[in-house]
């Protein structure tokens, strides 16, 4: 398993812990996790390599909002 396969795999596994909630509040909760929890560099990596990874869509959304703002 490459590193950005293990990065998806962890993000899909927080995601199912929110899976019971709404879309839109289950994204705001796998952000915050991701942006409190994670390490700069494992955002980097995971957003670098969105087109590739496979992301739950809550997941996904999530991520994609990790991007810094232009």
């Known amino acids: 398993m490459s590193p950005e396969d ?3 795999y ?11 909630q ?3 509040d289950a994204v705001a909760q796998i952000e915050d996790h991701l942006r409190k929890f994670w390490d700069p560099r494992m955002r980097a990596s995971i957003l670098a390599h969105l087109d590739t990874v496979t992301l739950d869509p809550p997941v996904r959304s999530a991520v994609e909002r990790l991007r810094p703002a232009a």
């Open 10 to 20: 962890m993000a899909n596994q927080i995601g199912r812990f929110f899976a019971s």
């Open 6 to 8: 293990k990065l998806a």
């Open 22 to 24: 709404k879309h839109d």
